[in-house]
């Protein structure tokens, strides 16, 4: 069965900062694909980022990019130049490319200070 | 406006109640789909539907009854809940029960469900 871990259920970054978030995952199968979704206090999920388990290059939207590393399983984000409105929880999220069932982490707190 | 809409957005129920969660999409989508969201959890795949055929259910209590009488509508009927069903109750769609990542999944803000 595919698992997917977030180790740090809390993490804290200072406004225009930089903070990375940590993602793993489980899986024997070749062809899925990964997601960061943020969840703000307003409680909808909200797609942040996407990542092809095909495509070796980075995905990247404007201050949010991924690091993928498919050897490693693992998928890491990170947030550059942090504003405030980017306070939330946040889970990395995996698909079998042939499935519809979305396999979520725990999630990760992210908490910005001014 | 999220695409997709739940009520009532919180929802205390008694454990001998009878109540009924919406979710609500006019987006076109053909698949649906419940989420279960718990403190300190992973989100849990309850449900999932697709042309308003049932074509998941992942060992869901009995107490738990879904409907879905058109494709823009889906229904969580609960009745004899535990405390311990307390939870957020997410809903979403996608345009496809497969979906590529081009579509994705749209969710509603859930209803808030607390069983006293």
């Known amino acids: 069965a595919q698992t997917v871990t977030q180790s740090q259920p809390e993490m804290s970054v200072q406004e225009a900062e930089t903070v990375t978030l940590s993602c793993t995952y489980d899986t024997s199968e070749s062809d899925y694909y990964l997601f960061w979704y943020k969840q703000p206090p307003s409680r909808q999920m909200i797609l942040v980022i996407r990542q092809e388990a095909y495509k070796q290059q980075n995905a990247t939207e404007n201050r949010f990019s991924v690091n993928f590393q498919k050897a490693a399983k693992s998928f890491s984000l990170k947030i550059s130049d942090s504003q405030l409105g980017d306070a939330a929880m946040y889970f990395c999220a995996y698909k079998v490319v042939s499935g519809s069932r979305l396999t979520f982490g725990e999630g990760t707190q992210l908490t910005v200070n001014p | 406006e999220t695409g997709v809409t739940q009520t009532p957005r919180h929802l205390v129920m008694g454990m001998t109640n009878k109540k009924s969660l919406k979710c609500e999409q006019h987006l076109g989508h053909n698949a649906m789909y419940w989420y279960k969201q718990s403190a300190k959890k992973p989100l849990e795949l309850m449900f999932v539907?697709?042309?308003?055929?049932?074509?998941e259910n992942n060992s869901v209590p009995s107490r738990f009854s879904p409907e879905c009488p058109n494709s823009s509508h889906l229904f969580l009927h609960l009745h004899t809940l535990q405390p311990e069903d307390s939870a957020l109750y997410l809903c979403?769609?996608?345009?496809?029960?497969?979906?590529?990542?081009?579509?994705?999944?749209?969710f509603g803000s859930g209803t808030r469900l607390t069983v006293v």
């Open positions: 979403a769609s996608s345009q496809f029960l497969t979906p590529a990542t081009n579509y994705g999944y749209t």
């Open positions: 539907y697709s042309l308003e055929e049932r074509v």
